[in-house]
């Protein structure tokens, strides 16, 4: 092969079960992606979040197309990436719907506040980033939102939910 021969991808060289069995082991930030008017707001769990760039302030989700939350924040054009804290672990179940609860009512209880694009964003949160839709990009089962973060806020006392082999765990030490 030459120096610039691309290598040709070997197709189906791994099955989903074996790439979550690899991914399971990477520790993440677990957020909640929230979208949408008061009254028909939606959200979901998610650790698919990372930084794009500072200049300018952007960051990128990757939210299947089938959750409920993926098509209110298409139409919406703005969302709230909220890191959870580490006494928010009941707030990660709710959104990823495993208390069978779906739309509207994953936010009841829970105190919600705007910023700059009125997307929804939770006040107790670790930290939250109120962004608007620059651009999303559909690959097979995904969409990944590119969004540019226009305002934020954050609680320099709190510590972080991770998520890790399957489960949720918090920092123990430096
Ligand atoms: C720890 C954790 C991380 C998740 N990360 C993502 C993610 O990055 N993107 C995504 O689309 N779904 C992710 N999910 C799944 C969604 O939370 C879940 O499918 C969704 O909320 C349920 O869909 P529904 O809103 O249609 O009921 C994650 C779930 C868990 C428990």
Request: glycine share 10%.
């Amino acid at each position: 092969m030459s120096r610039f021969e691309k290598p040709t991808p070997v197709a189906h060289a791994m099955d989903g079960a074996s790439y979550r069995a690899l991914m399971r082991h990477q520790a993440g930030a677990v957020t909640v992606i929230a979208a949408g008017e008061v009254g028909a707001r939606a959200g979901l769990t998610a650790t698919a979040v990372s930084s794009l760039s500072d200049n300018p302030p952007t960051l990128l989700a990757c939210i299947g197309r089938n959750a409920s939350a993926h098509d209110v924040i298409a139409t919406a054009g703005v969302f709230s990436i909220n890191l959870l804290a580490n006494d928010q672990e009941e707030i990660a179940q709710r959104f990823s719907g495993k208390r069978g609860l779906s739309g509207e009512a994953r936010f009841t209880g829970l105190a919600w506040q705007t910023l700059k694009t009125g997307a929804p964003v939770l006040e107790r949160a670790l930290a939250s980033l109120d962004c608007e839709v620059l651009e999303s990009h559909g690959f097979t089962t995904h969409s990944i939102f590119i969004g540019r973060v226009i305002a934020g806020t954050f609680r320099a006392e709190a510590e972080p939910l991770l998520y890790f082999r399957g489960d949720y765990w918090k920092l123990e030490s430096r």
